[in-house]
Every structure is written in C-alpha cells, then in structure tokens.
C-alpha cells in the first residue's frame, strides 16, 4: 500500500483506500458464497442486496424522494448524451442546451441528431466557446426557451476545469451531466428532472452510469423506443445482466462517503483542498490558472506555467515525485490536477509543497 502514490487522474480516478482494501479481502471469495461476487448470478439473494443497497444509498445521499428512480447503465456517459434526447425531446418540441465545454458540446450534436428524426429543435442558451471554454456564463446572459422539454447543462468541466456554482435558475427541468463533480456537494434534487454521471470519476470504476430520473419526466418519454435504450425498460425492472463489478465497487464508495459525514462532509473535504491549491496559485506569479475566478472547479485545478518546457519538466518531476497525472487535457495543455473526492488532503498537500521548490528552482 504505500506503493500507492498520489493520484490527480482526471479519470478513471482515485478511490478510497479503504475501499480497494475491501475489495482485496472479497476475493476470490465474497462471504459465504464459495465464490466471488462476479461470479455468481446478478439475480443471487447476494447480488440483489449489494445492488438495492447501492441505489438506496445513492438516493438517500442525495436526497431524492420516492418519485426518483435510480438507474446502472452501460454505454458510459456519452450513451446519455444520445439516450436523453431519445427518451426525452418530443416529438416537433425544444430542448436546451449550455454549452460550457467539449462535453456539452458532444451532447448538443447527439442531440441534433435525435432532432433530425423528430423534427424537434436545439437551442443553445448560452455559450462559452467564444472564450475557449474558459468560464460559465451567468444567468443573464442566457436565453433558455420556456416551451423547452428541459435544459441541459454539464455541471462540472472536467477538460476545462470550469463548474457551476449555483444550479441552473429556469421554469423547466434540468437535466445534469453531473459525471466529474457527482457527489462531491449536496444539490437542490427539485430543480433536476434528469441527472446522469459516469462512475469513474467520484463514485467508482469506468463501466456504470448512474442514471436517476423523476417520475413525472421518465413518464413523459418517446414511445416505440428500442428496448434497451428506454429508460423505462429499467426502471420497471432488472432487465438485464448489469455491471455486476463496477456497482460492487460503487456500493463500497457511496458507504465510505456516508462514513465521511455524506455529502456534507464531502462538500468541506473538498473545499479544504481546492482553497488550498487555488490560494498557492493565486500567491504566485508563476503559476496562472486559466479559468475566470467564478467559475473555478472545485474538481479539476487547471494551470499553466511560464512556457510549455517548463510545464514538461513540472508533470515529470512531479511524477518522480509520486505526484501524478498532472498532465492537462491532450487538446488544452498546461497542468491539470484533479482532486475528486477520493483524493486524500494530504496529496494537495505534497502538490502544494512540491509547486513551491519547483517555483524557488524555475521561477
Ligand atoms: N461528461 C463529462 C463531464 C466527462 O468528464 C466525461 C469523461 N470523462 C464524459 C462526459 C464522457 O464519459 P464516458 O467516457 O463515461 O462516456
């Protein structure tokens, strides 16, 4: 274990420690099973549980009441950037979009294509591309259709390292790429009709989407879909084999976050280490983070140095030093550290430390 270093990874990312360890001790076999849990059937009375719990878990962290209903899918979060409209663009009706990033950006096309065969339309209510996604733009600024079925936004830039501060304020329901700051704060469940995020960035292993959706917007989705791609399919029931592994893992994560104080005690975590790397940034002149201060991402730390030599020479001797996967977005440059919920204190500790001789040394 202390071969494990410090892990930035913008995703997959870290995971708990503890729950790794967890994870070791239920192989190759789960308690009483005389085999382990990805071996025995996803209808086992020892599956059911460990996938009951997992949603109820997620539920009641969240806070969502009965009318929710918390779904596991695969296809990765770019299957809902298609799987959304589907079910949810009627038919000659509108859907919004803020378009904040490249994955906002990949929604808005799915989107357009689902709009070709419905004769529906897109609107972009507001966009930052104009400034290379370098900020969320404020509310006033946007033009959110009232006739729209939902808005959609993502409510952290993982690529960027942008994030909404405040939820959306519109009459319609928002639907919420929420994959790369899932978790990380309590939300408002009341304003959101859909919200779906990848596991592999706060919650878990790539290979599961969690997917909740309000009754009332699950009901009013596209007839005659293709079976597996209408929510309804599973909402009703266990349709198919799911990923037994990664919602194993995931069930194991949202336990180590009850035990941490939910998302309460989540949201304080996180603001600990991102005051801390922002304010070394901020102290510094060599440093500059490349995001309107507004619009910072409590997950994704995103900076540049003075020249791209120097920021080559920061990501390799930072990995020299157990500091790891600093290295920015391949289209965007520069530094980015991702500080999930898993990503210990003490890891933006040594990063802090670390910037501070490489300063002294370069700058
Ligand atoms: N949305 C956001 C905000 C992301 O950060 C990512 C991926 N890293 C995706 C969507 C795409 O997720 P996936 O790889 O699960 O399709």
């Known amino acids: 274990l202390n071969l494990r270093q410090n892990n930035f990874s913008a995703g997959p990312g870290a995971l708990p420690t503890e729950v790794l360890e967890e994870v070791r001790d239920d192989f190759p076999v789960f308690a009483g099973l005389g085999a382990s849990i990805v071996e025995v059937s996803h209808r086992s009375g020892a599956y059911t549980e460990i996938h009951e719990r997992a949603k109820s878990r997620l539920a009641s962290l969240l806070g969502l009441g009965d009318d929710w209903h918390v779904l596991f899918?695969?296809?990765?979060?770019?299957?809902?950037?298609?799987?959304?409209?589907?079910?949810?663009?009627p038919r000659g009706g509108?859907?919004?979009?803020?378009?904040?990033?490249?994955?906002?950006?990949?929604?808005i096309k799915e989107a357009e294509i689902v709009a070709r065969d419905r004769d529906g339309t897109v609107?972009?209510?507001?966009?930052?591309?104009?400034?290379?996604y370098t900020y969320i733009p404020r509310p006033s600024e946007w033009t959110v259709d009232p006739e729209a079925a939902y808005l959609h936004f993502t409510s952290n830039n993982t690529i960027y390292?942008?994030?909404?501060?405040?939820?959306?304020?519109?009459?319609?329901?928002?639907?919420?790429d929420m994959s790369s700051d899932f978790l990380s704060r309590p939300i408002d469940p009341k304003k959101y009709g859909l919200i779906y995020a990848g596991a592999q960035k706060n919650i878990g292993p790539a290979g599961v989407t969690a997917v909740l959706v309000r009754d009332d917007v699950l009901q009013s989705r596209a007839e005659g879909l293709p079976t597996m791609l209408d929510y309804g399919t599973h909402a009703a029931k266990l349709f198919n084999t799911p990923p037994v592994f990664a919602i194993y893992i995931v069930d194991k994560v949202l336990g180590w976050v009850e035990r941490q104080g939910g998302l309460k005690g989540m949201v304080e975590r996180n603001e600990a280490k991102v005051s801390r790397l922002y304010g070394a940034l901020d102290a510094s002149d060599f440093y500059r983070p490349t995001v309107r201060e507004d619009s910072r991402s409590h997950m994704n730390v995103t900076f540049r140095l003075p020249n791209e030599d120097l920021e080559a020479r920061f990501i390799q001797d930072a990995a020299r030093e157990g500091l790891l996967a600093l290295k920015g977005y391949r289209t965007v440059g520069g530094v980015r550290a991702s500080i999930y919920n898993a990503v210990e204190p003490r890891s933006v500790e040594l990063l802090v430390e670390f910037m501070r001789r490489f300063e002294a040394a370069y700058g």
């Open 161 to 176: 390292g942008t994030q909404f501060h405040e939820e959306p304020i519109c009459d319609v329901p928002l639907v919420c």
């Open 123 to 132: 609107t972009v209510a507001a966009s930052s591309r104009d400034a290379d």
């Open 73 to 89: 899918l695969q296809g990765g979060a770019s299957m809902q950037f298609h799987q959304v409209p589907l079910n949810l663009m």
């Open 94 to 107: 509108t859907v919004s979009y803020l378009d904040t990033g490249s994955w906002s950006a990949k929604a």
